[in-house]
């Protein structure tokens, strides 16, 4: 054979071998989705993550793992168990926090977990509506493997202070407390210190602090010549500080924040409730007509979750929260904190975990949560970030710095995510965190459109709760008190002077008969009988009604105005 035959029949054989291999590898099935290298991911990383996310016991169904395309094989979870270690949902505008959350809310209703959330734009009332399918969708969701289907979740309205559509939510002044009103004043370290002296006075003096003009009323007695000595046991309060704080409350109350603050107070107890069928009863906090005021609303939201800790008996580790409340708009409350802001926060949020409350803090980027409180977060969902800027591309950095070790280059990752993707790791059943992994998220099973507002105000008027909460109560408080304290010391004031004008009276028109007597033994005469008479009746008429002509001088008359000025401003209502 020669050489070319020998070429010739060595490239038949490989063309055999070839085709043999093209034969069997059409003949065997399609490679399953978690070999697929075409993503950063090797074949053994997509298995570590897999084994990362296996819980045996319930969770939240997140989505799948992205690796070059999704994984619908590779779901990304949350143990139910430990949704109560809280959670982060951070990235930029319009990268998808919002449906991130319906996703969340909406399972943990079916699961029988109350939620409470706050919805800022008006975009998470959906939840209350079926959604709507479409080819789109239904491709998404096929290609993480959910089985969608439309379903509303059970919901209730709240507003703060009745401005919007739903059940007011009313607080006292007094169980808001100094710490959370300085933190909305603005005050300084040493004007927050007053503040809670004032406090305290009023607790002391048993003067109900109600609304803001009880506070106001409190500490204008307390810098008054009357109120002043009640507080030197106390240390005092000085009057540039009072005058400093009177004036944060007037502005405070020009904004329209009085409607805020008033009884009935909200009950928190009723952010726990579920359904005759088992599932949680979603609390949405509707706020857009306070978007002007978000000091109010975060430092609202912190008092609820106050207010919920200091209700809530301790129940340790459970096998599911009994409420989860979403921050929203997080950044908002730790802007301008002090020092003892945040530790009353961070001991909150350390603490109330073990009451059963889970807490998601939702926001822009990590770093605009403090350090202390993001230590306590076991559940992390980071959406895009972007880095047009240089702070935002020291955000990123910082960003990346803060999690596990992992396959991605995360700081190119976190600025090319699509909308509805993120970059997860959560806590696992043991406790340890889980393998960060990229993921696009599950679509919520409601509307992703606001509920129509007509449905909104049908489910408002139909709760039981707007009997009970949609009027508000005026009862007799600390302004009232101090009113008739403040009036009775101006009677007092009046009568003194009332009884010193009686007496100078008295002593002028003796002073007068015994001149009118002298003269008259000067003269050597006899006293005439008809004029001691009428004198003697002018004086008797002078004793018996001294206020006839104390109230025609210039000093009765400022009596009278300072008496009347007590009673008409302090008594006057808003």
Do not use: C
Request: aromatic content about 6%.
């Amino acid at each position: 054979m020669t050489d070319a035959a020998a070429l010739v029949e060595a490239a038949k054989k490989a063309l055999a071998v070839a085709e043999a291999a093209l034969a069997a590898e059409q003949a065997a099935p399609a490679p399953i989705a978690h070999t697929s290298t075409a993503g950063p991911l090797s074949s053994a990383q997509v298995d570590v993550i897999r084994a990362g996310y296996a819980f045996d016991a319930p969770a939240l169904e997140m989505g799948a793992l992205v690796n070059g395309e999704p994984l619908s094989d590779v779901p990304v979870r949350i143990p139910l168990a430990m949704v109560n270690r809280h959670g982060l949902v951070a990235g930029a505008t319009g990268t998808g926090k919002t449906k991130t959350l319906q996703v969340l809310a909406e399972q943990l209703s079916a699961a029988g977990v109350p939620v409470f959330a706050a919805d800022i734009k008006g975009d998470l009332s959906g939840i209350a509506s079926p959604g709507t399918g479409n080819p789109k969708l239904l491709l998404r969701t096929d290609s993480i493997g959910q089985h969608w289907a439309a379903a509303a979740s059970p919901t209730e309205y709240f507003t703060l202070g009745g401005l919007g559509t739903g059940i007011p939510i009313r607080a006292t002044v007094s169980s808001f407390g100094p710490l959370l009103l300085s933190k909305v004043l603005g005050l300084n370290e040493t004007q927050e210190s007053s503040l809670g002296l004032v406090f305290h006075y009023a607790d002391r003096a048993g003067l109900p602090l109600v609304d803001l003009s009880d506070l106001r009323a409190v500490m204008k007695w307390l810098t008054s010549d009357d109120g002043k000595p009640e507080l030197k046991d106390l240390g005092g309060l000085s009057s540039a500080t009072a005058g400093v704080i009177l004036r944060e409350l007037i502005g405070f109350s020009d904004q329209g924040a009085d409607v805020f603050f008033g009884e009935p107070e909200i009950d928190t107890s009723l952010f726990l409730r579920t359904t005759a069928d088992g599932r949680g009863i979603v609390s949405l906090l509707e706020i857009p007509s306070i978007q002007d005021k978000p000091a109010v609303f975060s430092t609202f939201l912190m008092w609820l979750l106050a207010d919920l800790f200091n209700d809530l008996p301790e129940v340790g580790d459970i096998d599911k929260p009994k409420l989860v409340f979403f921050f929203d708009e997080a950044h908002l409350l730790f802007n301008g904190a002090s020092d003892d802001f945040i530790a009353s926060i961070t001991q909150t949020v350390r603490l109330i975990r073990s009451k059963g409350v889970g807490i998601f803090f939702v926001t822009q980027t990590p770093k605009d949560v403090p350090g202390e409180v993001l230590a306590q977060i076991g559940s992390r969902v980071q959406h895009q970030l972007r880095a047009h800027t240089p702070d935002d591309a020291k955000a990123l950095r910082a960003t990346v710095s803060t999690y596990p070790t992992s396959g991605y280059d995360l700081k190119e990752v976190l600025t090319t995510l699509a909308t509805g993707e993120a970059i997860i790791t959560v806590m696992n059943e043991k406790g340890a965190p889980s393998p960060v992994a990229w993921t696009r998220l599950r679509a919520p099973q409601g509307s992703m459109s606001p509920t129509p507002i007509e449905i909104m105000q049908a489910t408002v008027a139909s709760s039981p709760l707007l009997a009970q909460y949609g009027t508000l109560v005026d009862r007799e408080s600390a302004r009232e008190i101090l009113a008739v304290k403040m009036n009775a010391a101006a009677a007092a004031i009046a009568q003194v002077e009332v009884q010193k004008t009686a007496a100078l009276q008295a002593k002028d028109a003796a002073k007068a008969q015994a001149d009118y007597d002298r003269a008259v033994r000067d003269m050597g005469g006899s006293t005439p009988k008809a004029k001691p008479r009428t004198t003697t009746r002018t004086t008797a008429r002078k004793d018996d009604n001294p206020f006839g002509d104390i109230f025609g001088s210039r000093t009765g008359q400022t009596v009278v105005r300072e008496v009347l000025r007590g009673i008409f401003s302090t008594l006057k209502r808003r």
